[in-house]
């Protein structure tokens, strides 16, 4: 059932393609510049209403629903605040029936996001869920939703859920900020035909999988990593420390590039490699400066940066060249290099990768 395959997480990584068409289908028809989303349609006034959304849920799931801030905030201006269910759940928090809560869960059955939905739900706040497993309990314990087509995700890190999810999560920014007018139309239109374009970019985005091999392998014995990202690629840089961090046991930390200069700056030497996203947006040419900073401390980099970019290859020690994009769709196609490296040392490293030491598909403890 590997198809072929070493590893379900090799195999989910290169199912990307397909997973996200699966979570666009039938919800964006480009051709027409049509969107339409049967969980929201019902809930469309209350969404585009709304004085905020509140985001709730654990590890990967919560790093797409920090891209989703930036997608919300900026399509449909909505504030937008991101919790971690297990603290917003602990912490006597303002919710009332204006709220709109979006849950987001791979597996529909981690604990601290369920408890979190149904403490909002008895504030009266409306609850729309994002899950993947058909049936789950947060599936059936949320009023409306959209579910992600992913498909099995088998492999204890979460590689196509995410990408599954953030592709439902534009599709909902988008819906809500046409209903709101706050997207011009000609934006609302190449977005879709960038969000079109997607499936096939990814398709050659995982074409650099040899290219990260030979990357992992010149790492695989690092004991720290630093992953750096800004703007639509921050919660990018946290995933991809997360996805090293559990699988290969490498301590790994993600930072929004900008606050590397307020600590973690004092870790950088020769031996630490820094993976740097660095794509063409309007974060660039901040990035570009704080990869002069890395360098400058002889710290290695591998930099993920856009086709054609001659700037930071002139800098970095590594390159790995992903296709344009929006800015906005960027961490679905960013991300995959990640997924790779991770997984490449990690079986560099004789380690399990599909059942990583401590951890459990789905949390279901609090
Ligand atoms: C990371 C990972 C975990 C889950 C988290 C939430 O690769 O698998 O961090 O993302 O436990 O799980 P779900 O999405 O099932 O609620």
Redesign the pocket.
């Known amino acids: 059932e590997k198809g072929g395959y070493e590893h379900f997480m090799l195999k989910e990584i290169f199912e990307q393609p397909r997973s996200i068409l699966d979570s666009m289908r039938g919800r964006m028809i480009a051709e027409n510049n049509h969107l339409m989303m049967g969980g929201i349609r019902e809930y469309e006034n209350k969404f585009a209403n709304a004085q905020r959304i509140l985001i709730v849920?654990?590890?990967?799931?919560?790093?797409a629903g920090l891209v989703a801030e930036y997608l919300i905030e900026d399509l449909a201006r909505i504030p937008v605040e991101v919790e971690y269910?297990s603290e917003f759940r602990y912490r006597n928090p303002i919710v009332n029936e204006n709220d709109i809560v979006i849950a987001?869960?791979?597996?529909?059955?981690?604990a601290d996001?369920l408890a979190a939905i149904e403490l909002a739900k008895s504030k009266g706040a409306t609850i729309f869920g994002i899950?993947?497993?058909v049936g789950s309990s947060?599936a059936r314990a949320t009023d409306a939703g959209a579910y992600t087509h992913a498909g099995p995700e088998i492999g204890?890190?979460?590689?196509k859920?995410?990408t599954a999810?953030v592709t439902v999560l534009t599709l909902i920014a988008m819906i809500i900020g046409s209903k709101r007018g706050t997207i011009e139309t000609s934006k609302l239109h190449q977005l879709i035909a960038e969000l079109e374009q997607i499936p096939a970019k990814v398709e050659e985005t995982l074409k650099l999988d040899k290219q990260i091999e030979e990357i992992s392998a010149i790492y695989k014995d690092a004991t720290n990593f630093l992953y750096l990202g800004r703007g639509y690629n921050f919660p990018v840089a946290l995933?991809g420390a997360?996805?090293l961090k559990?699988i290969s046991y490498i301590h790994a930390e993600g930072y929004p590039a900008a606050e590397m200069k307020h600590g973690p700056i004092a870790l950088i030497d020769e031996q630490m490699p820094v993976v740097v996203i660095a794509t063409k947006d309007s974060s660039y040419e901040k990035i570009v400066s704080n990869v002069q900073e890395v360098k400058a401390r002889k710290g290695k980099v591998i930099a993920v940066v856009t086709e054609g970019d001659t700037t930071i290859p002139a800098m970095a020690d590594h390159v790995i060249e992903i296709p344009e994009t929006s800015e906005h769709l960027m961490p679905l196609l960013s991300v995959v290099p990640l997924q790779l490296l991770s997984y490449h040392i990690a079986v560099m490293r004789g380690c399990n990768v599909d059942q990583p030491r401590n951890?459990a598909?789905?949390?279901t403890v609090e």
Do not use: D, M, R
């Not at 849920?57 to 790093?63: D, E, L, N, R, V």
């Not at 987001?104 to 981690?110: L, Y």
């Open positions: 849920a654990c590890g990967t799931s919560w790093h269910a987001i869960s791979q597996s529909g059955e981690t996001t899950c993947n497993v947060i204890v890190a979460s590689t859920a995410f999810q995933e997360l996805k559990e951890l598909k789905s949390v």
